[in-house]
């Protein structure tokens, strides 16, 4: 079983930056697939950005050039640097693992309990 927990959220001016850790314990993390998704208010959670095991990423059309994912296989973490963030990546992001790969949700079996992540205006 893969445990999975967030940190790093918190409130930003547009414009500004902040980076996302996501600590997974509990399994193989050098061979699984890492997701970050996202959910705001009153919207179905949505994909941002995924690293497969070798370390190939994709990202979601809405962050792409602003967001990067990234994965220290050594300390079994991975990180979303977000940059020039808008008011609307706000949201609850949540750090996902898989033994495959994607950008489904229904193909992450394993999930962090999410980390809020507020842009002012």
């Known amino acids: 079983q893969v445990q999975l927990v967030e940190s790093g959220g918190g409130l930003v001016q547009a414009g500004g930056s902040l980076r996302l850790s996501c600590a997974a314990s509990g399994g193989t993390f050098s061979i699984y697939s890492m997701g970050w998704f996202r959910q705001a208010p009153e919207k179905e959670r949505e994909f941002v950005a995924t690293v497969r095991w070798r370390g190939s990423t994709f990202y979601a059309d809405s962050v792409k050039g602003r967001f990067t994912i990234s994965r220290d296989n050594a300390k079994n973490t991975v990180y979303l640097q977000m940059n020039s963030l808008k008011p609307e990546d706000t949201a609850v992001y949540y750090c996902?693992?898989?033994?495959?790969?994607?950008?489904?949700?229904?193909?992450?079996?394993?999930w962090g309990q999410g980390t809020q992540v507020t842009v002012s205006s």
């Open positions: 996902a693992a898989t033994p495959g790969s994607g950008s489904t949700e229904s193909g992450y079996p394993y």
